[in-house]
């Protein structure tokens, strides 16, 4: 199991706040900060950021053609059937052709799950071993709260602000970090993320505490808290 938000960081985006997570790492197309790069961001500064914990969201920016990413390790191991992972993301105008969203990945960095915002369109997607499929979601500023769940025989579901979930089988079920970017967003375009989550652990799911009746119910409880986290 693990836990993090913004509101555990004082002045700046690094290290690690949180628990079941390694220490963030950020990697950029360009050395140039005024084209790219990450920033703890506050409500007060930023009156876009909708997604905030005490004030504070994790923000990504990126112009000219640029790409910046902010990676981090679970330190628990692979994600295992019946464990979930969830996040919050707040973008606000994209460039067309930019991109902003996450990826699943391998240790390899291989992406497993990718969601994401495409500057020109009208709703987000995801891709699957490069197949990408319309979540039928259109764009919002207003935040979202993001859950996927890893299923048996490399399945997973996926919902967005509580909708019924999106299913479908993924490459290999071996995601064991997650990656957070912004492609050419444009210059005062951001992108926040926010309230990482995964649960149960796994020797829970091994005990059934998310088993048949009170599992269940647990997470439908926990889906309805982040469901209701949504800043308008």
């Given amino acids: 199991m693990g836990s993090d938000n913004a509101g555990n960081y004082g002045n700046a985006w690094a290290g690690?706040?949180?628990t079941g997570f390694g220490d963030w790492s950020f990697s950029n197309t360009s050395g140039n900060g005024s084209q790219n790069g990450s920033f703890l961001a506050t409500s007060s500064g930023n009156s876009d950021l909708s997604i905030a914990t005490s004030g504070k969201g994790w923000g990504l920016y990126a112009n000219s053609g640029q790409t910046a990413n902010a990676i981090r390790t679970l330190t628990?191991?692979?994600?295992?059937a019946g464990q979930s992972f969830s996040l919050r993301m707040d973008n606000g105008n994209v460039n067309s052709?930019?991109?902003v969203g996450f990826s699943l990945r391998n240790s390899a960095q291989q992406n497993?799950?990718?969601f994401y915002f495409v500057g020109g369109?009208?709703?987000?997607k995801i891709n699957i071993n490069g197949t990408e499929t319309d979540t039928g979601v259109g764009f919002t500023s207003g935040g979202l709260n993001l859950i996927f769940t890893q299923n048996g025989a490399n399945g997973y579901t996926f919902s967005i602000n509580g909708s019924t979930p999106l299913t479908g089988a993924l490459s290999a079920s071996d995601i064991s970090e997650i990656r957070f970017f912004d492609f050419n967003s444009g210059g005062g375009n951001n992108v926040y993320f926010n309230d990482l989550a995964v649960v149960p652990e796994p020797t829970?799911?091994?005990l059934g505490i998310f088993g048949a009746?009170?599992?269940?119910g647990g997470l439908v409880r926990w889906g309805a808290r982040m469901k209701s986290r949504v800043q308008n």
Avoid: D, P, W
């Fill in 16 to 18: 690690n706040g949180g």
């Fill in 76 to 80: 628990g191991g692979n994600l295992v």
């Fill in 97 to 99: 052709g930019g991109s």
């Fill in 112 to 114: 497993r799950f990718e």
């Fill in 121 to 124: 369109q009208n709703n987000y």
């Fill in 204 to 206: 829970n799911i091994a």
């Fill in 213 to 216: 009746v009170g599992g269940l």
